[in-house]
T-cell receptor, first 115, second 111 residues
Framework: GAGVSQSPSNKVTEKGKDVELRCDPI?????LYWYRQRLGQGLEFLIY????????KSGLPSDRFSAERTGESVSTLTIQRTQQEDSAVYLC?????????????FGSGTQLSVL | QKEVEQNSGPLSVPEGAIASLNCTYS??????FFWYRQYSGKSPELIMS????GDKEDGRFTAQLNKASQYVSLLIRDSQPSDSATYLC???????????FGQGTTLQVKP
């Protein structure tokens, strides 16, 4: 596709439910990033994929959070047993090879609201 | 200590003035530094990148880097109301491969 695509754009869920967020990076981009942005806050690093591997999972807030990537393309971020503090915008970004000087291209984000 | 620190603001400047945005970082191994602009309700977009000490100019924007002081800044000349946004400083760690963002500085340019 022309840009990074995320779905759904908005998700409202009840506390305790599981949610799955999807990211389609720009075709050919091998590096993929997930960030969380709480209201009025900066971007909090969650996880980074190089191909299908995640060299750094240190940003995942708890074991309720997991992410995977298949076919060096689509990635899903899963949050189990959602809590109200999980409410935020979840942003996905991709870059060509994940090099240090590369520009990140961001998707429009998924606004998650946990009631 | 946060890895990347910014003053959250808001920073308010009159139209036509110079806006100065500052950022400090903790990882001395960092080699690449970026400024992203984020309009309210939108995703971040890259406006400047800098890799060497000194100044880098692009139109009304100038990025400044001082690795010894672990400091990077963004100057916006002739500020316009359309520059009103949150400016995010991002630092790439060559050790971890992570791109770490600061919390952002909100800039308000008043007509």
């Amino acid at each position: 596709g022309a840009g990074v695509s995320q779905s759904p754009s908005n998700k409202v869920t009840e506390k305790g439910k599981d949610v799955e967020l999807r990211c389609d990076p720009i075709s050919g981009h091998t590096a993929l990033y997930w960030y969380r942005q709480r209201l009025g806050q900066g971007l909090e690093f969650l996880i980074y994929f190089q191909g299908n591997s995640a060299p750094d999972k240190s940003g995942l807030p708890s074991d309720r959070f997991s992410a995977e990537r298949t076919g060096e393309s689509v990635s899903t971020l899963t949050i189990q047993r959602t809590q109200q503090e999980d409410s935020a915008v979840y942003l996905c970004a991709s870059s060509l090879v994940g090099g240090p000087g590369e520009k990140l291209f961001f998707g429009s984000g998924t606004q998650l609201s946990v009631l | 200590q946060k890895e990347v620190e910014q003053n959250s603001g808001p920073l308010s400047v009159p139209e036509g003035a110079i806006a100065s945005l500052n950022c400090t970082y903790s990882d001395r191994g960092s080699q690449s530094f970026f400024w992203y602009r984020q309009y309210s309700g939108k995703s971040p977009e890259l406006i400047m990148s800098i890799y060497s000490n000194g100044d880098k100019e692009d139109g009304r924007f100038t990025a400044q880097l001082n690795k010894a002081s672990q400091y990077v800044s963004l100057l916006i000349r002739d500020s316009q109301p359309s520059d009103s946004a949150t400016y995010l400083c991002a630092v790439h760690s060559s050790n971890t491969g992570k791109l770490i963002f600061g919390q952002g500085t909100t800039l308000q340019v008043k007509p």
